[in-house]
């Protein structure tokens, strides 16, 4: 089990690792070795997250999201796959926490009186502005 949060814990057993080559320069060794890591975890039909944060997750992977709503996290920056397992399994955690955390609802705003007075006078100062670009008759 791998904590995510004190109240949210994710299963070892949801996480896929698939070994596959980095890219980049690296000589000889990254020709033959597969040190990248593809981590696949399945947000839509995981029983470890509850459904609001796996709503929020969805939204926040963006196009690390699949149409199946597999979340897949690359890691090549290290050159063990062991370091780049670690690497992926770290930025998974933190998307979760990311995604735990309840956005505040908006509360609605109206603009002050000061401040419709300012936006009106600007615009009259560029209507004038304007005004005065156009043609000159010699009447």
């Excluded at 735990?100 to 109206?110: A, M, N, V, Y």
């Amino acid at each position: 089990m791998i904590e995510v949060t004190p109240a949210l814990w994710l299963d070892e057993s949801e996480l896929e690792f698939r070994a596959a080559r980095a890219s980049g320069p690296g000589g000889q060794h990254v020709n033959k070795s597969e040190t990248a890591v593809e981590l696949r975890f399945d947000v839509r039909r995981s029983p470890s997250l509850p459904n609001d944060v796996a709503n929020r997750l969805m939204r926040l992977a963006g196009s690390r999201m699949t149409a199946e709503g597999v979340l897949v996290i690359f890691a090549q920056s290290h050159r063990s796959s062991l370091a780049n397992r670690e690497d992926a399994t770290e930025r998974l955690i933190e998307l979760i926490v990311k995604a735990t955390e309840k956005p505040k609802p908006r509360k609605k705003t109206k603009p002050t009186k000061a401040s419709k007075e300012r936006r009106l006078e600007g615009k009259a100062k560029r209507s004038g502005v304007k005004s005065g670009r156009g043609k000159v008759s010699f009447d």
